[in-house]
């Protein structure tokens, strides 16, 4: 699954991150179809700016792998931007200050 737009330090240019996930079994990763269309669910309403909405996937999503780390990440992501939302102009890059 895709799991974030990055730029690093000195690039421009967003690169997207992958997790691969084919190598988990029900129980290394339970629910595992499930949290993958809710997680999904969840990165739209994150890169639209609806915090509340992402919020709630990425907390259905830990309800069904409550070990679900990028599920956890997302979720806190959310909690801080709907406390201190993200500037008008943020293109959903996930900026990396240092290499």
């Not at 609806?50 to 907390?59: D, P, V």
């Not at 909690?79 to 240092?98: F, K, L, N």
Request: hydrophobic residues 30%; charged residues 30%; negative net charge.
């Amino acid at each position: 699954r895709e799991i974030d737009l990055i730029t690093v330090k000195g690039s421009h240019q967003p690169v997207s991150i992958y997790e691969a996930l084919d190598y988990h079994t029900e129980e290394t990763f339970p629910n595992r179809a499930q949290v993958l269309e809710t997680f999904e669910e969840g990165m739209r309403y994150y890169r639209s700016r609806q915090w509340s909405r992402g919020l709630e996937c990425f907390t259905s999503a830990l309800d069904l792998n409550p070990k679900d780390s990028v599920s956890r990440i997302y979720a806190d992501r959310c909690r801080q931007c709907i406390q201190e939302p993200m500037a008008p102009d943020w293109d959903g890059v996930w900026r990396m200050t240092e290499k």
